[in-house]
């Protein structure tokens, strides 16, 4: 199940991130919606909707991702998973304050995308289900089985996360 998991969204992002290089080559923008029109057309539909996309996830994205992640902080950080009215509106606060935060100091979004895209997918996509593959094995995690995903997994990791480092290290140089 996992494998099937993992080679379908491999399959789903070789074939964005090819139709995306190939639409415009070397042309292609750091964010894909930022592209110029092509075939001298006035404007790009498919653009406009690719950007109505974005804005859609942007929203819908903090209430979907906010509840189960105060739910961890709960669980995570106080052991416990149920909170009082007052402990919600404080860590909703503080959540609220970080992106707030975040957004003030690194308006450039391509940054704050390279820095969550190698931290959150990377750690999505490959480090947590290759731990779940591993753990759910019957074998040992140092069996030849476990071996090859670990390895392969684990350098796409390291490549996701050596790229958030360095893009901290240009905001800050």
């Known amino acids: 199940m996992i494998r099937r998991s993992l080679l379908v969204d491999m399959f789903f992002y070789i074939v964005i991130g090819v139709a995306g290089y190939m639409s415009t080559f070397n042309e292609t923008q750091s964010i894909v919606v930022e592209r110029d029109p092509l075939?001298?057309?006035?404007?790009?539909?498919?653009?406009?909707?690719?950007?109505i996309g974005i804005c859609l996830i942007m929203v819908a994205s903090l209430?979907?991702?906010?509840?189960?992640?105060?739910?961890?902080?709960?669980?995570?950080?106080?052991?416990?998973d149920n909170f009082t009215q007052k402990e919600n509106w404080i860590i909703t606060g503080v959540f609220m304050i970080f992106c707030t935060a975040v957004a003030i100091v690194f308006p450039n979004?391509?940054?704050?995308?390279?820095?969550?895209g190698g931290l959150c997918s990377c750690t999505m996509s490959y480090l947590i289900p290759t731990m779940a593959y591993v753990k759910l094995s019957t074998e040992r995690w140092y069996a030849p089985k476990n071996l090859?995903?670990?390895?392969f997994f684990g350098t796409l990791t390291i490549i996701g996360?050596?790229?958030?480092?360095?893009?901290?290290?240009?905001?800050v140089k």
């Not at 075939?39 to 950007?51: E, F, H, T």
């Not at 090859?148 to 390895?151: E, G, Q, R, T, V």
């Not at 996360?161 to 905001?171: A, C, D, E, G, N």
């Open 148 to 151: 090859l995903p670990i390895c």
């Open 63 to 80: 209430p979907v991702n906010y509840h189960p992640w105060r739910y961890q902080v709960f669980i995570f950080c106080f052991g416990r």
């Open 161 to 171: 996360y050596t790229s958030v480092v360095l893009t901290i290290y240009m905001l």
């Open 39 to 51: 075939n001298g057309y006035k404007r790009d539909y498919y653009m406009l909707v690719g950007a």
């Open 109 to 116: 979004i391509t940054s704050v995308l390279s820095i969550l």
